[in-house]
């Protein structure tokens, strides 16, 4: 799979949690690939992740660790295959994509990701305690008019700002409940509660980097090799700022539309989203509709016989 780089100037962004489906790396059809990323991440995991994202044990898709290392592994095999066809000028991910891209950029290991990854999880569920949390989409209302709701309802924040009308918020189960009746009353169009049980992007994380921070410390930090966007605020990071994400990301919203038009003030003429879904494609659409835009599956002839 030799293939020399096209000339067009192109992004790979990496989906986040809740973009994963039981047989998610069935598209990787290069074995060889496949199990060196998969057989590290179970390595690091001490359990089968390939197995969950080839749909062998779906159940093993409700354990959210599970989960989120079969949706890492899939976005780390597509990037091995499709950064032999295609050069990429610049890299961001969505929330748990940030793993991802982190190892496509050289600075963080597939394995030091996978270890954060399940340990972050773990201090996710301390920082909760016995609350239940819930995220959930909103679509068809501006932000400020979500923020608005969630401001007069309380227990409940915007969380990802992901396009003009398109709006996560993140809070209580009952106060995100509360926050979707009240927008679809206010006129929106949908709002759709998402798998994710903790208040993630948002400042009932607060206290969380008291857990995190000593985590990140003890993995080595390189600076990337390809530029690396934020997807709180669409800047460049280096070493220290991947450290700083790292530890506070949780707590703050990300604003993946800022993040978006960021990139595209940067040349580039193509996205191409490096993982399993089309959600992040569709956001880039409604942002940047004269871009460029395709998933890794529709790539999938890169592949080796």
Not at 135 to 149: D, F, H, P, Q, W
Not at 188 to 208: D, K, N, T, W
Request: aromatic letters at 6%; charged letters at 20%; a negative charge.
């Amino acid at each position: 799979m030799n293939k020399e780089p096209t000339a067009i100037r192109s992004a790979a962004i990496f989906p986040g949690q809740g973009s994963g489906y039981p047989g998610m790396a069935l598209g990787i059809r290069d074995e060889v690939i496949r199990r060196n990323i998969f057989g590290r991440i179970s390595a690091v995991a001490g359990r089968d992740i390939l197995a969950a994202a080839l749909g062998e044990d779906p159940a093993g898709l409700t354990d959210v660790r599970v989960s989120q290392l079969s949706l890492f592994g899939t976005s780390a095999c597509y990037w091995r295959l499709l950064v032999e066809c295609e050069r990429f000028h610049c890299l961001a991910g969505h929330s748990l994509g940030l793993y991802a891209a982190l190892y496509a950029s050289g600075a963080v290991s597939l394995e030091d990701c996978a270890d954060i990854m399940l340990k972050v999880q773990d201090a996710i569920e301390l920082a909760s305690g016995d609350r239940k949390g819930l995220m959930a989409s909103v679509i068809g209302l501006k932000t400020n008019e979500v923020e608005r709701i969630c401001s007069e309802i309380g227990g409940v924040y915007v969380a990802n700002v992901n396009s003009a009308t398109q709006t996560v918020i993140s809070g209580w189960e009952g106060h995100t409940r509360e926050a979707c009746r009240t927008a679809l009353e206010a006129g929106a169009l949908g709002a759709r509660e998402l798998p994710i049980s903790f208040p993630l992007h948002s400042p009932l994380m607060q206290g969380i980097e008291d857990f995190v921070s000593p985590l990140v410390a003890s993995i080595m930090i390189r600076e990337p090799e390809i530029p690396l966007l934020s997807h709180l605020d669409g800047k460049p990071l280096d070493a220290a700022g991947i450290s700083r994400i790292l530890c506070g990301q949780l707590t703050q919203k990300v604003r993946w539309r800022d993040t978006v038009k960021a990139i595209r003030q940067n040349g580039i003429e193509r996205f191409l989203e490096v993982g399993p879904s089309d959600v992040l494609s569709k956001l880039v659409r409604w942002i940047e509709r004269d871009s460029e835009v395709l998933r890794a599956e529709e790539l999938v002839p890169c592949q080796s016989p």
